[in-house]
Nanobody
Framework: QVQLVESGGGLVQPGGSLRLSCAAS????????LHWVRQAPGKGLEWVSSISSDGSFTYYATSVRGRFTISRDNAKKMVYLQMSSLKSEDTAVYYC????????RGQGTQVTVSS
């Protein structure tokens, strides 16, 4: 089983950047695709991005494509989400998860985009 812990959130101005990290534990990490999902205030979970087990393939929601970059370091058991050109609508709690529906996600990290 893979356990996930997110960090790196904070308050950032529109147009700014932030990098989220997800620390994983569990022997199956290197064979597991991983995902970022988010939940904006008053809304449901939204899939953001996915990465294959070896990092060769990445996928993005239309709303973040070109602005966000997902990556992973299997040796360190870490997954990252580099976010750039942030918008107010990116404000949400961000979760690292085991599938696109958000199952197995961690406790989340708050990202607030505001001037």
């Amino acid at each position: 089983q893979v356990q996930l812990v997110e960090s790196g959130g904070g308050l950032v101005q529109p147009g700014g950047s932030l990098r989220l990290s997800c620390a994983a534990s569990g022997v199956t990490f290197s064979s597991s695709p991983l995902h970022w999902v988010r939940q904006a205030p008053g809304k449901g979970l939204e899939w953001v991005s996915s990465i294959s087990s070896d990092g060769s393939f990445t996928y993005y929601a239309t709303s973040v494509r070109g602005r966000f970059t997902i990556s992973r370091d299997n040796a360190k058991k870490m997954v990252y989400l580099q976010m750039s050109s942030l918008k107010s609508e990116d404000t949400a709690v961000y979760y690292c998860a085991k599938d696109r529906a958000g199952r197995g996600r961690g406790q989340g990290t708050q990202v607030t985009v505001s001037s």
